[in-house]
């Protein structure tokens, strides 16, 4: 299953149109839970943004349930990608975990304004 779950993941990255990643994305949801930790290991190998935003997309379904999903939104709160980020801190409000609001306040210093919204929206869900 790992193998099968890794060539899925690997999959999302290399795609130039979001359809194209939104189809190899696809191959994950069957796969549920055992994307993890799998999930972690991968995301900071993928290339493309539009790769790990739809992985950490996937993970939301997951941030009530799964420890590795919200592992995934933390580390992903460190990407360079605004929209990567953003998705991060839909997954974090989703998760309900107020352990994740000193990362969240790493943002609020950050160059995007976007960025900084998200974090401060984030924060006030946790609370």
Known sequence: MSN???A????????????EVETAREALVPLGRDIFPIALELFPTLK????RTSLVYTAIKFALVEEDAVGLGVLALEDRSSIVIHRAC???AV???RDATPALERLL???SVDVRNDAKATIAALE
């Open 4 to 6: 099968e779950v890794r």
């Open 8 to 19: 899925a993941i690997l999959a999302l990255d290399g795609k130039s149109a979001w359809g």
């Open 48 to 51: 493309s943004y539009k790769a």
């Open 90 to 92: 839909m997954l974090l």
């Open 95 to 97: 998760s309900r975990r």
């Open 109 to 111: 210093g950050h160059r």
